[in-house]
């Protein structure tokens, strides 16, 4: 007698199971897109087909008095940089607009956007996304006469942390459209985006600049002093390559 | 300086056994590392090496990475570990190897640990980024330039004293050894109110030093410890836009503070250092008789003087231009150099303070430096801070002589 053909003894059929209860989501949660295909591909734009090498050795030098060996070594690395939740911010900067946070039960907003309210009584409130005037004041600046290798070229730059549209926290970035020496606390600023074609996604596609109307004070000692700290800054950026 | 992570560490151990000739491998029982960056050494995990290296397979291990505030967290975590009960000899290693990249990559390596979708890429590098906050700081607070230049000629100068010191080895004994408040002034520009000497250098170097139970310490290095009397850690926002309103911090110590020009995790953990040390905060800068703290930038070295509440608004110009912190002032910040003058390579840095501070409170120091000028006799009472971020990790310890 096959298997197939085999009686089993009758048996009540096991009930069928109860379709899961569907589980309330809790709204604090941030949803997670099950696959994201990246349809509008933009990855050659900027600084071509980057080829990542890897270990690349670029040579050795030798002390022949200390015994010593260096060796110059260059790694590089492409980063793929997934703003998932922040992306709503990262599109807003290529279309040339600004989102900012805000949370609904507090109020308080934000820029740059925190997914969650700061208050610990909030327990983690998600925040909503709201689109924000490009303007704002600055709260504190300084004037860079050095910086990483990625920004020497464009030395001296005043670096503004700036209150966007009653936002509760600063955000920092260049304000151009002024001398070094001749901005100020408090002073109105407005958002400038760079021209489209230009435009990463990245907080770089805008700068500050001073708002339409706003004349800097005349010179004084201390704008004397920085403009004469500027100097040797501006003639060392020329020797550049 | 040309050594490897685990030739600096070994070098260390050995002075340390010179120290401390009761001290051997075989006591250690746990070993903290103090690592800040994998970049900088091309090198992930690299305290595997190290320790692999000095001999300790089999001995538990881990390494703390906390930024400016490595060695202070590291220091931390084995002051933790003995008071658990689980250990009573823990070696604290730290190593930077900065010198392995160009001074502007190196610039742009550790503003990798600002928050990289903003500040870092427009541009802002650490001392940019503490530029903006000191410049607010001195106008709120009626300072100079030169008053924060004052913290870099102090420094600078005590760490000519100090062999060790970066300030004082290879390339850079060509500069001046009796720096002025005018050489700060004239030297380049790094981003107002900041000049190239208001700023802490780019460092290779290592540091090590023992955290034990006070009965191995009597037993085996009896006159040669000090005592951790009071430890805090304190955490603020990473971006110093972010704490303008921060909730955290108005509802403890009011609205508008710290804004961008206090530290307050330096406050608070001052403060809970201070409380375990039973020091009253409005007396602490009669009860402290020496301090090391972290001047990874002249303007922050005053800006710690206000949060460990040794002055504040009204009296802190004074306090600078009078000199307290000097040798022969009232309470003398940074005899060993500072990170200005013996150098800032993070992971070893919070453990070089610590080291320094022990020289001072156990009267090595005048065997430790060149000659007794940076001496501060009979200091029964030592503060080290460490500092990471920009003030988004802060350590504070108090140490005593027993």
């Not at chain 1, 926290?169 to 002073?187: C, Q, S, Y």
């Not at chain 2, 002075?15 to 091309?42: A, C, W």
Request: glycine content about 8%; proline content about 6%.
């Amino acid at each position: 007698m096959s298997k197939k053909t085999q009686k089993t003894p009758e048996k009540k059929p096991a009930p069928r199971p109860e379709p899961a209860p569907k589980k309330a989501v809790d709204p604090r949660m941030h949803p997670i897109p099950l696959k994201v295909e990246y349809d509008d591909k933009h990855t050659n734009d900027f600084r071509g087909d980057v080829k990542e090498v890897g270990f690349h050795f670029a040579g050795y030098e030798w002390s022949s008095k200390e015994q010593q060996l260096l060796i110059d070594l260059h790694y590089d690395q492409l980063y793929y940089w997934k703003l998932a939740e922040l992306s709503k911010m990262g599109r807003g900067f290529l279309d040339g607009e600004l989102w900012g946070t805000q949370c609904p039960r507090c109020g308080d907003k934000f820029f740059p956007p925190r997914v969650n309210c700061w208050r610990l009584d909030e327990e983690l409130q998600r925040t909503d996304w709201v689109r924000l005037e490009p303007q704002g004041h600055v709260h504190t600046f300084t004037i860079a006469g050095w910086s990483g290798k990625s920004s020497l070229k464009r030395l001296p730059f005043v670096l503004a942390y700036v209150v966007v549209d009653g936002c509760k926290t600063a955000i920092a970035n260049e304000l151009r459209g002024v001398k070094p020496w001749d901005p100020e606390f408090k002073m109105p600023v407005k958002v400038v985006w760079a021209p489209k074609e230009e435009r990463r996604g990245v907080i770089t596609d805008f700068h500050f600049e001073p708002a339409d109307g706003w004349k800097p004070g005349p010179m004084n000692p201390e704008k004397e002093r920085i403009k004469e700290l500027c100097a040797p800054v501006y003639e060392w950026v020329k020797t550049l390559k | 300086m040309h050594l490897e992570p685990e030739s600096m560490i070994a070098n260390c151990i050995v002075e340390t056994q010179h120290d401390i000739p009761d001290f051997h491998l075989r006591n250690l029982q746990f070993m903290v590392y103090s690592h800040f960056s994998v970049h900088f050494g091309k090198q992930l995990a690299p305290e595997w090496i190290v320790h692999d290296h000095l001999g300790l397979v089999g001995v538990p291990h881990f390494r703390i990475e906390n930024g400016g505030n490595t060695g202070g967290s590291a220091l931390y975590a084995a002051f933790l570990a003995v008071k658990s009960g689980m250990f009573d000899v823990i070696g604290v290693a730290g190593w930077e190897t900065m010198d392995n990249v160009s001074q502007s990559q190196g610039s742009e390596f550790i503003a990798l640990a600002s928050d990289t979708r903003y500040e870092a890429l427009a541009g802002g590098i650490y001392p940019i980024y503490y530029a903006a906050m000191a410049h607010k700081f001195m106008k709120e607070n009626g300072l100079t330039e030169e008053d924060f230049a004052l913290a870099a000629v102090k420094n600078r100068n005590n760490a000519v004293d100090n062999e060790k010191s970066q300030w004082y080895r290879g390339e850079y004994q060509q500069y001046k050894r009796d720096l002025t408040i005018d050489d700060v002034m004239k030297s380049r520009l790094m981003s107002y109110p900041l000049k190239r000497y208001d700023c802490c250098l780019m460092s290779r170097g290592g540091a090590f030093c023992l955290i034990t139970s006070e009965e191995w310490a009597k037993k085996h290095a009896d006159g040669r410890y000090v005592v951790i009397d009071g430890a805090g850690l304190s955490s603020c926002t990473i971006r110093a836009g972010d704490r303008l309103n921060f909730p955290g911090w108005t509802e403890m110590y009011g609205e508008g503070y710290p804004d961008m020009t206090e530290f307050a995790a330096c406050r608070k953990s001052g403060e809970d250092a201070y409380d375990m040390a039973g020091i009253e905060y409005d007396k602490a800068l009669k009860s402290i008789d020496v301090a090391e703290i972290h001047d990874a930038f002249s303007s922050s070295e005053v800006q710690i003087y206000k949060a460990l509440h040794w002055c504040n608004k009204d009296n802190i110009r004074e306090f600078v231009r009078e000199k307290r912190t000097f040798m022969g002032g009232d309470l003398p910040v940074n005899p060993g150099g500072g990170l200005m003058g013996y150098g800032h390579p993070v992971g070893a840095t919070g453990i070089m303070s610590a080291v320094e501070c022990y020289y001072q409170l156990t009267d090595l120091t005048p065997k430790k430096h060149r000659s007794s000028k940076t001496y501060v006799k009979n200091a029964n009472t030592g503060l080290v801070n460490s500092h990471a971020g920009t003030g988004t990790s802060i350590s504070n310890f108090i140490f005593r002589r027993p």
